[in-house]
């Protein structure tokens, strides 16, 4: 699994500048109001060839009376129990203040592999970054995260902390698939009957699952990792230390999964939550299957089934390219489409296309529709599209100016290239690149 690299510290200190800075993208709201990030985040990182979970946590204030505080302060809590490195960020400019060294005590007592960051830093005082020491974590690190000033070095001494773990090759034929889904859904009986063994303890109470568990499986003539994960709930539900690990275990198994395995309950109504799932899958670049589960309790499945897809992509309308399956774990009918399914995406997910090939659909789509003008009256043109990479399939598109390109006319090209390509349950990256 991936290691977990945690940022913790007091509120405004730039966490999530840093964060932001540490991916190369703005993925966390950055605001001057203090305590904005209230619940974690999460990305994945790589430098130097070494991939990690990134975890951005809310302000640490304990003497604060906001009702948030004392849920951020159990969700940095247990962030730091997962953490392999905890990143203590500070404000070079105030100084070290009281509420560090509360952060500081909280950390140490943590007793993971600590970096303390001195953040808006890029004009160091010697003394000040000197004063940083009294923290007790050891030597500061001045950075800037907002310019980028030093962050190399900070990542060069986050990936000498990562354990050193030497995990097995993988076979890249192998399709590894996470199953994800809220609490009570029939996550572990839907495993169960795919391996056709009771491997997952499977209990009608919500959260039964706490860890992350995986089972290798032949079938169809193919390898398969299976993950079981606990069911996420919504934040503001979750209390319980264990459901935190839960989550975070979850999302590490979507970070190295191929195929993600959606489970709703379908006498249940739709939620967010749901929507956040099939989210997370897309925003990891997974090829996704949404499995609608307890088919057996529907009074008319004709009727039932017609509803659901009409109303379907009306309330996930991001979700129309993806497979949705109709079984029952508990009666065992329908699994017999998973798998075969799951062979299917993963196909469309390391698709490769020959330039040629891409270049004369892209024309094609191109002259049916043209690319409309800008309020100034330029004109998108395009010039040539290559595949850049697959697992998922990626395409740089090179034109004048990818300023040019309306968000409309970009759905309307991943339209076109869905319909000529397939690309069933799997996302397409496009990236746009200036040519001359």
Do not use: C
């Amino acid at each position: 699994m991936l290691p977990i690299v945690a940022i913790v510290g007091r509120p405004n200190v730039g966490k999530s500048t840093l964060f932001n800075r540490i991916l190369g993208q703005r993925r966390a709201i950055v605001d001057e109001l203090p305590g904005l990030t209230r619940d974690r985040h999460y990305a994945e990182g790589e430098w130097s060839g070494r991939k990690f979970l990134l975890v951005d946590t809310g302000g640490i204030d304990p003497q604060s009376a906001h009702p948030i505080q004392k849920q951020i302060l159990t969700q940095t809590t247990v962030a730091l129990d997962e953490a392999d490195v905890a990143l203590v960020v500070v404000d070079g400019q105030e100084g070290v203040t009281g509420l560090d060294r509360e952060v500081a005590e909280r950390v140490r007592r943590r007793g993971r592999p600590t970096l303390l960051v001195v953040n808006k830093a890029d004009r160091p005082r010697e003394e000040i970054i000197a004063d940083f020491f009294s923290l007790g974590l050891g030597e500061p690190i001045p950075v800037s995260a907002l310019h980028g000033y030093r962050s190399g070095d900070l990542l060069d001494e986050v990936i000498r902390l990562l354990p050193t773990r030497d995990p097995a090759p993988e076979d890249p034929t192998t399709i590894k698939i996470a199953v994800i889904g809220r609490p009570n859904v029939g996550k572990s009986s839907l495993v169960n009957r795919l391996l056709r063994q009771e491997r997952m303890v499977v209990d009608s109470v919500a959260g039964t699952t706490r860890d992350a568990v995986d089972t290798a499986l032949q079938a169809h003539d193919r390898s398969f990792l299976l993950v079981d994960t606990a069911g996420l709930r919504r934040d503001t539900r979750v209390t319980d230390k264990v459901e935190f690990y839960s989550v975070t275990r979850a999302l590490r198994a979507v970070s190295r999964a191929d195929i993600v395995l959606l489970v709703i309950d379908v006498g249940r109504e739709p939620a967010r939550q749901d929507a956040k799932l099939a989210a997370l899958a897309e925003e990891q670049r997974k090829g996704l299957i949404v499995v609608l589960n307890k088919w057996d309790l529907v009074e008319d499945p004709a009727e039932a089934k017609a509803a659901i897809e009409e109303e379907f992509t009306k309330v996930y309308p991001f979700l129309e390219h993806v497979p949705r399956l109709y079984v029952s774990a508990l009666a065992g009918k329908g699994l017999g489409k998973i798998l075969p399914t799951a062979i299917s995406v993963f196909q469309e997910f390391t698709r490769t296309i020959t330039t040629s090939v891409l270049n004369e659909a892209v024309g094609q789509i191109l002259n049916r529709v043209r690319p409309p003008a800008t309020a100034s009256g330029r004109h998108l043109k395009f010039y040539y599209a290559a595949q850049i990479g697959s697992r998922p399939p990626s395409f740089a598109l090179f034109v004048n100016n990818p300023r040019y390109r309306a968000k409309n006319y970009v759905s309307y090209l991943e339209s076109g290239l869905r319909t000529r390509f397939g690309f069933e349950g799997t996302p397409i990256v496009l990236e746009w690149k200036r040519s001359e």
